[in-house]
């Protein structure tokens, strides 16, 4: 089955970094498109990045020039460079993959890394 394991958050000051990783089995890694979400308390979750198996990468708005979603597949492993940080920036941050091509939707979820910003 898959299997999605983030890592790396933490508590950090404002203007900090941290790298958060996800390492997935069950998949083709190298076969799928990627994406790292957050949710904040008492807000939707959100899109943060996504890249294809080509390395072609998109962002939101509110995060371009300061992370960096980046993939290794000879690990399996999926990565987010978070700097420059924002209190807003708090959030449980998910890796995902397997989008639907119709609906959008991914299907599956990592559990999550808290990433902590005062």
């Known amino acids: 089955h898959v299997q999605l394991v983030e890592s790396g958050g933490g508590s950090v000051q404002a203007g900090g970094s941290l790298r958060l990783s996800c390492t997935a089995s069950?998949?083709?890694?190298?076969?799928?498109?990627m994406g790292w979400f957050r949710q904040a308390p008492g807000k939707e979750r959100e899109g943060v990045a996504v890249?294809?198996?080509?390395?072609?990468?998109n962002y939101a708005d509110s995060v371009k020039g300061r992370f960096t979603i980046s993939r290794d597949n000879a690990k399996n492993t999926l990565f987010l460079q978070v700097s420059i940080l924002k209190t807003e920036d708090t959030a449980v941050y998910y890796c995902?993959?397997?989008?639907?091509?119709?609906?959008?939707?991914?299907?599956?979820w990592g559990q999550g890394t808290q990433v902590t910003v005062s």
């Open positions: 069950g998949i083709t890694f190298a076969k799928h498109e």
């Open positions: 890249i294809n198996r080509r390395g072609t990468t």
């Open positions: 995902a993959t397997g989008r639907d091509g119709t609906s959008n939707d991914f299907a599956y």
